[in-house]
Structure formats: C-alpha cells, structure tokens
C-alpha cells in the first residue's frame, strides 16, 4: 500500500467532495426556498403595486370616516354637558381633519391623508385635555 487513493485524486480533493455533499443538504433554517421570504411580506400575495395602493386608499378613507363619526359623536357628547365650548370645537375641529383625510385618501394621497389622520387625532386629544 502506497497511501495514494484508488481514485487518483489528492486528500484535499476528496475533502472538497465530501463537503459538497454536505451542501447539498437542506438546512431547515434556509429560508432561501420559501416563496413568502422573498416578496418580504407575508400578507402580499399577488405583489400587485396596484392592489397595494388600493389597499393603502380604502384604508386611509375607512379609517377618516371612522374617526371622524367618532370625532362628531364626542362633540355630540360634550356639547350635551356643561363644559367649556372649546373641547366640543376641538373634537369637531378634529374630525373635520379626519374628514379631510378622508377625502385626500380616497383621492390617493395617502401619505397626506396619514399625516391628517394623526393630526386629527392630536387635535381631538388635546380637547379631551380641556375637559
């Protein structure tokens, strides 16, 4: 016996080999095959830029009509109560602003309507402070 392999290739050769064979296991935490782990997010299915802004648009005006019912229906309230005038101004100062929101995101502009809706909201809190 020689030391040499049977097959003619050198030690480091028939590591390389072994090694590759090893590779070309599945690793369970590989997420490289997982069609979700490559759009990013799990709830994107169809990976329409359209749909998406769609989605955003109902989403911004749904939330303006919600907050600015909730917004009139706590002026309502208010008014009813012997408080100062200024928090019902405010809660319908602020949903008009969730108004507002509303009608900007179902016009697509939905980064405004957002920045209107938190605003809105703002302006709604700081009459619920006067009370």
Request: charged share 20%; aromatic share 4%.
């Amino acid at each position: 016996m020689s030391g040499r392999p049977d097959s003619g290739t050198g030690p480091e050769t028939a590591d390389s080999e072994a090694a590759a064979g090893q590779d070309e296991s599945v690793d369970p935490l590989d997420a490289s095959d997982d069609p979700l782990a490559a759009s990013g997010d799990p709830l994107d299915e169809s990976g329409d830029p359209w749909e998406d802004a769609r989605r955003a648009r109902w989403t911004a005006v749904g939330t303006g009509a919600a907050l600015t019912l909730a917004g009139l229906a706590a002026a309502l309230l208010r008014l009813a109560r012997s408080a100062s005038a200024l928090v019902p101004a405010a809660y319908a100062g602020g949903a008009a602003v969730c108004a507002a929101a509303a009608v900007l995101g179902s016009r697509g502009r939905t980064r405004r309507a957002l920045w209107l809706l938190i605003a809105g909201v703002m302006v709604m809190a700081l009459g619920d402070q006067f009370d």
